[in-house]
């Protein structure tokens, strides 16, 4: 019988099955909860019923709460009262574990008399990486099991166990050989009914206090998330697993709760399901064109390590280039992520040899005729792709996908050079390619919706997080960092210097500032991109010397071993003497900034260049820019990207803002007409996010 939407319940003689079926993945949302506590009453009515067994259809037991309900009015009965009645039935209740158990999942399993798994299965509690904490006893009940140590620092860390290891802590009590949940649920209360199955109930084992474990977990979380708030909170409930469990589980709701009213909560939700999102564009009903065999024209950093994403993929892969030194030498780059791949047990050292295999290199380009997706990774020059797109067009087979992995060139422009332009696309590559997560997939005018769908099936099998951008100077991500890097340098000519500029900013949470940024990746790229826009540049834009007098001078970031910062990472003094000439020549009259102001107006840009590119169409929805800033960018994960806080600014006060600031440079600070809509509407980027 259903005993709600999604629980059902089965009896046979002196056992009964109860199964959960929620897709896609068994979230314990409203009608789940209901759903069990209506069969636990039930088993209350049928004292005939010795033992029950609790399983779920699909890919996976409970994956967890129903994310979408955070933040909404709570709808009873709540996870912890649901995982309360189960510990409390009078009919013994196992578990069956299987896909992913996570969070309320595996809080529901600890709640039972006993917890089986299926082979394969992973349980853990990652609650933290959404800013909050295991809520439904998880804090309590783990400990009771594992002790301390292990659950602070699972909790903490919220990795997915695999469930050899969930049985050597005590988090499961055995695995099962069954085909299928629903088999070895029929067994697994049959023997318990047999008294061949031991069942007890987590909350009456005591807890001996580690408060070493608890220490020493505090202080690593301190160092390691230093701008995060609930993982201090998940050790804050795990110590609390001394006291008598209604006590313990008291404390875990006000922590709980407070995680749940903090607004990085809502920025770690946004940035999950935003991450999800991405995927969800008008050519994802077009079917892909296969691809197995991918050509990659240009040995540099790029090249190599695409096609050592590639490789990782499984993918058979020619890289081309003209001189075989820098074959050569990408060869033994490739090798040496191959091997780091392995070392970081990412890769067996048998799939590494099949990569090794499955790799070719060769100076000739007609080589390519076999290869079904052919991604160009030459220098960044337009007559010099325009060549190879020329070339291309000879060579390639019909029906080759063409890409081109340009950071900022006109994929239009590029696209003209081909005689196939349907076939062309974007897809721009992050470094180090093989393991940043990002790639945008940059549409053409011309470009088809299957060669688009095999961009995304691309990103798919190197599991990297897609997004699909219009053409643009940069894209999104760049056009986005060319703004921001005005800001900064602005702020650097005006008073500021680039170290308290990126200390701001990395206090903040950014991953690393724009200064030191610059020097990782070279300054030399954008001096370069500058020299193009020479001729283009409006004559009222204000333009900051200091960065052409650094590459100048040879200092291009930490590759020549000096720029912004010298190699042990001191500011480097060149930078002081360059800007302290542009000061003088300009007359410029020094500012204070204080970290607020830098914070302030450095995410004030962004937000200002990320508004026009979602006014424009170039990002589909405002999630798909927060996206790229999350993943390719360093922006703070939990902040949910620019448009999340955008939303969380306002934007009436956005616009306000941006009036001021046009007050100091009417060509640098614009307001978008979209946010000028939104504050007139009382809307959100939220809204507008489909
Ligand atoms: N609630 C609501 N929706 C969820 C969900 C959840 N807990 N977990 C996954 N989904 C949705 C995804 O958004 C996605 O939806 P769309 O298809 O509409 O995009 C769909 O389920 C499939 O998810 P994935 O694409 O991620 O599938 P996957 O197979 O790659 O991964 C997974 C599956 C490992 C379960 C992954 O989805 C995941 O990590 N989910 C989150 C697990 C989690 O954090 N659980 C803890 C929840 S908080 C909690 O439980 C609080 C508490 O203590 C009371």
Known sequence: MQTSDTVSLAQAGAIALIRIDNPPVNAAGYSVRAGIVAALDWLADHPEVKAAALFAAGRTFI???????????PQDPW???VCNRIEACETPIVCILHGTTLGGGLEVALSAHARIAMPGTKVGLPEVHLGILPGAGGTQRTPRLTGQAFAVEAIVSGRHIPADEALSVGLIDALTDAPDPESAARQAAQAVVDCTLATRRTGELQVSPDPDALAAARSQTRAKHPHLFSPLKCIDA?????????EGLARERVLFTECLNSPQRAGLIHAFFAERATAKVPEAAATPRAFQHVGVIGAGTMGSGIATACLLAGLNVTLTDQTDTALQAAQS???????????????SPEARDAALQAFTTTDDLTTLADCDLIIEAAFEDMDVKAQIFRQLDQIAKPGAVLATNTSY?????IARQSARR??????????????????????ADATTPEVTATGFALAKKLRKIAVRSGVCDGFIGNRILMTTRREAEYMMLDGATPQQIDDALEAAGWALGPFRTSDLAGLDIAWAQRQRRAATRPADERYVEVPDRLCEAGHVGRKAGAGYYLADGAPNPAVATALEAERQAKGITLRDFDAKDIVTRYLTAMIMEAASIVEEGIALRPIDVDVVLLFGYGFPRHLGGPLHQADQIGAQTLVDRLTTYAQEDAQ???????????????????DRNG
């Open 63 to 73: 994956a967890g709460a129903d994310i979408r309900e955070f933040g909404k009015p």
């Open 79 to 81: 996870l912890p009262e």
């Open 238 to 246: 795990v110590a609390a697993s001394t006291l008598p469990l209604p």
């Open 333 to 347: 780059r490739i090798s040496d992520n191959l091997a780091g791949a392995v070392k970081r047990g990412k890769l």
């Open 409 to 413: 060139l006109d994929v239009n422009a």
């Open 422 to 443: 349907g076939d062309v696309l974007g897809l721009h590559f992050f470094s180090p390619a093989h393991i940043m997560r990002l790639l945008e997939v940059v549409v």
């Open 668 to 686: 640098f600070w614009r307001i978008p007409q979209i946010l000028c809509d939104m504050a007139q509407t009382n809307t959100s980027f939220a």
